[in-house]
């Protein structure tokens, strides 16, 4: 038997079809699995849509959870398109096992709580933010068989029919350095994973863009400052997923913030460990990454480096206006150098932002264009998920946007919709701009797709020379065509 099982839902048991996918393993979920197992409690993290993929019934998957008769169980519900699958797997769960303390936890989890409680009475708290220690602290007072949440547990949110809704503030684990280390065997079903993701560093990000949910719930988590593992202690973890078999590393935390200095300093200790991945890549914005010492240090522990800029917009006015500031032409001048370096650079861009209108949004064309002649790639266009907490959603009026979505309600649309050919959605849209109405915000991100893929394969040629491959061209325009819109 074990004493806890961290469960991944599918995106909803009634949809088959979801709009975004389903595979990856919260962080979350191996960080607090490595934090309670060194104090001797038993636990697997079960990935339900990866058991199903691999060929597992419903019925396996729930008779394994049933057979280890938790004393905990926390469904993970980290991102929005998991929202339906969260509520509908408490209630599978609440029948099945029905006195067993049950809790959900994740970023999308922290930002609606109190509706989430609200919501569902299979639910007995949420842990909000940072749970390592939440869940050690529930460990230890729960007992197997009794259904029930203690008081005074930092980072839980509970329900009480005599005192409403309540919750303290998390506990964090203020060095990062004195988490253990984490492994993708803790997942079941077990396979090798492809890529590890690698996490870095945790906090308030420092940039606090206007329309980014992460600072903010970040903050919400209980940790305010900016806080990072040490480079020493990085590579100890990919040492550790070396050791797995795992040769593919992605960052996806905003690391780029922790300086170049200190991201040499990584690649230093991973050198004297003698490592060489496969593949690094790390997510990045517009402002980092101007030494060409980093980029060497980084060629210099992998056979691929492939770096995923967030740019959102290529208009000046739009993004001097949502936080994203950046000089245009000391960018230009950056990729084409990083590029001709050999290193993989793809683009994110969003549509629905405030201040778009058609003569922005053909200066974001043209400057998309002259990212794509410096030897770059846009991965992935969408429109812009307004969230609650962030500085655009509550001064909406201020950035002349009219909000669609605010409730967790409102964003379990996201795992109702189901999939369709042309990989549009009107009915995901958050908001319009005083600018853009939902049916401009569809069309402008139709054109502006339609544009990139024609301006790709207009430049086929100059891409290659950048030592792109016919064949990588291909997987990622499929991608794009793929991505939200």
Request: with cysteine.
């Amino acid at each position: 038997m074990k004493d806890i099982l961290i469960i991944q839902p599918p995106v909803s048991f009634n949809n088959s079809r979801p709009v975004l996918p389903q595979s990856a393993i919260g962080i979350g979920m191996l960080t607090i699995m490595a934090y309670i197992k060194q104090f001797g409690f038993k636990g697997e993290v079960i990935h339900i849509p990866r058991a199903l993929s691999m060929g597992y019934s419903l019925e396996d998957i729930f008779q394994r959870i049933k057979n280890e008769n938790p004393k905990l169980i926390s469904i993970g519900l980290n991102w929005l398109h998991f929202s339906e699958g969260a509520l509908q797997l408490a209630s599978i769960l609440r029948k099945m096992l029905p006195n067993t303390t049950i809790v959900v936890g994740g970023q999308h989890a922290t930002l609606f709580a109190k509706e989430i409680l609200e919501s569902s009475k299979d639910i007995d708290g949420v842990a909000v933010g940072e749970s390592e220690r939440t869940i050690y602290y529930l460990l230890k007072e729960l007992k197997r068989g009794i259904r029930y949440i203690p008081k005074d547990i930092p980072g839980i949110m509970t329900n009480h029919s005599s005192d409403g809704i309540t919750g303290l503030i998390p506990e964090v684990i203020e060095e990062l350095d004195n988490l253990p280390f984490y492994s993708y065997k803790d997942v079941w079903p077990y396979t090798k994973e492809i890529c590890a993701a690698l996490d870095t560093v945790r906090g308030e990000c420092i940039r606090n863009c206007s329309y980014c949910i992460e600072s903010k719930t970040n903050s919400l988590q209980g940790r305010g400052r900016f806080t990072q593992h040490s480079p020493e202690y990085l590579a100890k973890q990919v040492k550790s997923f070396i050791d797995e078999g795992i040769n593919n590393v992605t960052i996806q935390d905003p690391f780029c913030l922790i300086g170049d200095k200190k991201v040499q300093e990584f690649c230093s200790c991973l050198k004297a460990k003698n490592i060489k991945l496969n593949l690094l890549n790390i997510f990045v914005e517009p402002r980092a990454f101007d030494y060409e010492e980093t980029l060497m240090a980084l060629k210099e522990v992998a056979n691929i480096v492939s770096l995923d800029y967030g740019m959102e917009t290529g208009s000046t006015k739009t993004a001097d206006f949502i936080g994203r500031s950046y000089s245009k032409d000391k960018l230009l001048q950056s990729l084409k150098c990083t590029s001709k370096m050999g290193i993989r650079v793809l683009t994110w861009w969003m549509t629905g932002l405030p201040g778009d209108n058609k003569e922005s949004l053909k200066e974001n064309m043209d400057y998309i264009e002259k990212t794509i002649k410096c030897g770059t790639i846009p991965r992935w266009i969408t429109p812009l998920i307004l969230f609650p907490h962030t500085d655009m959603a509550k001064k909406n009026k201020y950035y002349g946007i009219k909000p669609y979505m605010s409730s967790f309600k409102d964003f379990c649309n996201y795992s109702k919709v189901q999939a369709n050919t042309y990989g549009v959605y009107p009915e995901l849209l958050t908001h319009e701009t005083t600018d853009q109405n939902k049916r401009a915000i569809v069309e402008s991100t139709i054109a502006l797709k339609k544009a990139i893929l024609d301006k790709i394969d207009e430049h086929k040629n100059t891409l290659m020379s950048f030592g792109w491959t016919s064949k990588e061209l291909e997987a990622i325009e499929n991608e794009a065509k793929g991505s939200f819109y």
